[in-house]
């Protein structure tokens, strides 16, 4: 809003706060040139207001404000065009605003924009009255060093916890204790791998007489694991940040389902090469699509089930996905194999 529009409908908020937001908030920084409306108002009447003061700058959001100045909501430029004419802003805008203070430091605004990912955020007052936005063009054309490094130590934190790294293991200066951090996790493994080599023996007649099912054991494996740790990835991700959202985590696992029957397909004709008659390929398709779909679910299930155990769902989900997935696949195989071939 430009600052006539401010100054019309806030009226002395906007005029007597300028020098504390100078002081607290640096003045190339916090920028006057927003768009306030009232909550009252109706679409066409607050776009009739942006139209009489447009501004010089991009407008992100619409701020609505109640009958005293406060900040009472806010409005996507967006949502306001698509809105019926006659609906009002109260019924569009978000009310749980992200708002900064007046007095908020350097590093607080730096970590709005890294933690929220807004494009601006509104700078209030003690009274709750804004006076101003901070936008993200502004801040990142002065910080842009620093919140990147920020941006990467989390992502690296994220990728260190997805592969069973508690966060700060970096800062850690004694082998003893880094060994006994990753040590739990070596342990799922372990126990996954002790139930797979369990499972090959009860079918070690299986592998005798048909040696080739041995030679496809690995790239039956690889597959049901790389497709169930990409949709653990997905999920886990979204349960840090808190973003969930269901038809994505179905979407994974459907994506996930379909990638697994085309990769079936293809071993099952690399089987036929290696094994005369239909029953070791079927074996093969089978098994790779069976294993493929439940490791899929697992990724997306798992981490929402870690989450409400409150444990952290990066640092389980992916060994316990790989010993399941490994396990489901070898019994699957191996049954299918002895009961149509053998």
Not at 83 to 108: C, G, Q
Request: charged share 20%.
């Amino acid at each position: 809003m430009t600052l006539a529009l401010a100054r019309t409908f806030l009226g002395p908020a906007v005029q007597t706060t300028p020098e504390t937001a100078h002081t607290l908030l640096q003045s190339d920084r916090l920028s006057r040139d927003f768009t306030a409306v009232g909550m009252e108002d109706t679409v066409a009447e607050a776009l009739e207001k942006i139209r009489a003061n447009p501004g010089t700058g991009e407008i992100f959001y619409c701020y609505a404000c109640d009958a005293d100045g406060r900040l009472a909501g806010v409005v996507p430029l967006r949502k306001l065009i698509r809105a019926a004419p006659s609906e009002r802003i109260a019924s569009l805008m978000f009310t749980r605003v992200v708002k900064l203070p007046v007095d908020a430091s350097d590093a607080v605004v730096e970590d709005f924009f890294v933690t929220y990912r807004f494009l601006a955020f509104p700078v209030v007052d003690a009274d709750g009255r804004i006076v101003g936005v901070v936008e993200m063009n502004q801040f990142v054309d002065a910080f842009s060093d620093t919140l990147f490094s920020e941006v990467e130590g989390r992502v690296r934190d994220e990728v260190y916890r997805f592969v069973g790294l508690p966060k700060g293991e970096l800062q850690e200066k004694r082998p003893v204790r880094l060994a006994l951090k990753r040590f739990p996790w070596l342990l799922v493994n372990i126990g996954g791998g002790f139930l797979a080599a369990t499972t090959t023996r009860l079918f070690e007649h299986t592998v005798a007489e048909l040696v080739v099912v041995s030679a496809f054991i690995p790239m039956v494996l690889v597959l049901s694991e790389s497709l169930g740790v990409q949709t653990t990835a997905v999920a886990a991700s979204m349960v840090a940040h808190g973003d969930v959202d269901k038809k994505v985590v179905v979407r994974e696992v459907v994506a996930a389902s379909l990638a697994g029957l085309m990769a079936a397909t293809v071993v099952a004709i690399l089987g036929r090469l290696y094994s005369p008659g239909f029953g070791f390929p079927l074996a093969l398709f089978v098994s790779v699509a069976v294993s493929a779909t439940l490791a899929s679910c697992l990724g997306g299930i798992l981490p929402f089930l870690f989450k409400r155990l409150k444990v952290d769902p990066h640092l389980a989900s992916a060994p316990l996905v790989l010993a399941v997935a490994d396990n489901i696949t070898l019994l699957t195989y191996f049954g299918l194999v002895t009961r149509l071939v053998l």
